[in-house]
């Protein structure tokens, strides 16, 4: 860590749990981002803020003027530009030390698992159930923590689940719930509850980059805006869960 680095992190680094060691680990991680929309704002904001060295964005959509009421990171001079772009230029004025890559594609199969592979955390700050089980599936495959978050009207939710077999995956939690999907277009979503679930998701990589995990590990996190209170609920593996059951599968054979 260079002097100026010292300098620009210096609140942080006094934070116990962070220290030197924590804000090297920050600076050299790299993090995975779906979506830049009203949670992967708050999420790459503050992650580009904090230090993390490298952040990959994937988003193929562009800016709509409706977007702006909650997705921060874009500007109304953005509307039309594809959000990856715009956010890459919104991180990068924050903080020109970080090493922005804007994925402005669909991002999926080979890539997929290449990006995934590469990451030393992702966030899914996504909108629809295809991309989120896609996404838990490759996370569990090639062993990356994924740190999912949802937000609706006055509803969030948010897990790390991380690659290992006392931890859920995203299926254990929500198996096949394709059904029902609900939209933010058609059910809307207040401003600042995406900031509320993007801002801890966040919170959540950095406790994953710094190796915090006990304050993570099988944790889902439940947010009622409308009477301002969390509940936390604590979610074991599920062992016939289709995507991540081999992992306690395994770990039984070992111990037969
Ligand atoms: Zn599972």
């Known amino acids: 860590m260079n002097p100026a680095q010292r300098e620009r992190y210096s609140r942080q680094i006094r934070v116990a749990g962070i220290g030197e060691e924590g804000q090297q680990r920050l600076l050299d991680a790299r993090a ?74 669909q991002l999926d199969g080979d890539e997929l698992a290449e990006h995934v592979r590469a990451a030393d955390v992702v966030l899914d700050c996504c909108d629809n159930f295809a991309t989120r089980f896609a ?42 719930s394709f059904e029902n999907e609900e939209t933010c277009a058609l059910e809307g979503v207040l401003a600042p509850l995406v900031g509320v679930v993007g801002s801890l998701q966040a919170m959540q990589a950095v406790l994953v980059l710094t190796r915090q995990l006990e304050a993570v590990r099988r944790k889902l996190l439940l947010f009622d805006g409308t009477s301002l209170s969390w509940r936390s609920v604590s979610v074991p593996p599920d062992p016939e869960c289709r995507t991540c059951g081999f992992r306690q599968n395994k770990g039984r054979l070992h111990s037969a």
């Not at 509803?155 to 198996?175: N, W």
């Open 135 to 176: 996404l838990n599936r490759a996370c569990v495959r090639l062993g990356t923590p994924l740190v999912s978050g949802a937000a609706i009207r006055m509803e969030g939710q948010l897990a790390t689940f991380l690659p290992e077999a006392e931890s859920p995956c995203y299926e254990c939690i929500y198996p096949g």
């Open 32 to 105: 995975l981002i779906i979506g830049m929309g009203g949670l992967g704002s708050p999420a790459a904001m503050y992650l580009a803020a904090a230090g993390v060295g490298e952040l990959v964005l994937s988003d193929f959509d562009r800016v709509e003027e409706s977007n702006l009421q909650r997705q921060i990171i874009h500007r109304f001079e953005d509307i039309g530009e594809l959000k990856a772009l715009s956010a890459k230029r919104a991180l990068e004025a924050i903080n020109p030390e970080c090493r922005v890559l804007a994925i402005d594609w």
